[in-house]
């Protein structure tokens, strides 16, 4: 696996309602909250570099009105006095929140905009599920010089592949 590691703070079932919140209402506040118990945990990671984000579909942008993975990138590395910087782009505009799990792990794929040559990166989302989308944004990251790639979302939520 591409992704060296991945910290999350809570169960996705236990925030849903403030996240989707915070998403589709933009409620920032809640996410200055929710970030609050994750911070600590990313303090002792190995040097870190530069905090990028999981690229949102353009969609979801126009629908929301903002991006929300870059607000989030941008809100921890103030919080941890770190660079950050948006390197990654969508190689296609794929929306995962439909899509089943086979989908999901087959797509989507990401291209890294920067030489990231010995750096060590943290990789921000607001929710894992499969983390293929983390895993393929470490890949793109790694394949443009990243050292290490550290992961951190505010929730994550193991998908259950479903037996027919």
Same mark, same amino acid.
């Given at each position: 696996m591409d992704l060296d590691s991945h910290i999350w703070a809570y169960d996705y079932q236990e925030i849903k309602q403030l996240l989707i919140n915070a998403k589709y209402k933009q409620e920032f506040a809640k996410y200055r909250r929710?970030?609050?118990?994750?911070?600590?945990?990313?303090?002792?990671?190995?040097? @870190? +570099?530069? /905090?990028v984000c999981v690229p949102t579909s353009q969609m979801h942008i126009r629908e929301r009105g903002f991006d929300h993975s870059q607000y989030l990138g941008r809100l921890i590395a103030k919080k941890l006095s770190l660079k950050f910087n948006s390197v990654l782009e969508q190689a296609h505009d794929f929306v995962q929140v439909s899509s089943d799990i086979k989908t999901r792990q087959r797509l989507p794929r990401y291209i890294c905009t920067k030489n990231l040559s010995n750096s060590n990166?943290?990789? @921000? +989302?607001? /929710?894992a599920t499969t983390k293929t989308s983390l895993i393929r944004c470490a890949q793109a990251l790694k394949k443009s010089g990243a050292n290490r790639v550290d992961s951190a979302t505010i929730a994550y939520q193991a998908m259950k592949i479903k037996n027919h």
């Amino acid at each position: 696996m591409d992704l060296d590691s991945h910290i999350w703070a809570y169960d996705y079932q236990e925030i849903k309602q403030l996240l989707i919140n915070a998403k589709y209402k933009q409620e920032f506040a809640k996410y200055r909250r929710l970030i609050k118990p994750l911070v600590p945990r990313l303090v002792n990671l190995d040097d @870190i +570099d530069l /905090v990028v984000c999981v690229p949102t579909s353009q969609m979801h942008i126009r629908e929301r009105g903002f991006d929300h993975s870059q607000y989030l990138g941008r809100l921890i590395a103030k919080k941890l006095s770190l660079k950050f910087n948006s390197v990654l782009e969508q190689a296609h505009d794929f929306v995962q929140v439909s899509s089943d799990i086979k989908t999901r792990q087959r797509l989507p794929r990401y291209i890294c905009t920067k030489n990231l040559s010995n750096s060590n990166i943290l990789l @921000i +989302d607001d /929710v894992a599920t499969t983390k293929t989308s983390l895993i393929r944004c470490a890949q793109a990251l790694k394949k443009s010089g990243a050292n290490r790639v550290d992961s951190a979302t505010i929730a994550y939520q193991a998908m259950k592949i479903k037996n027919h």
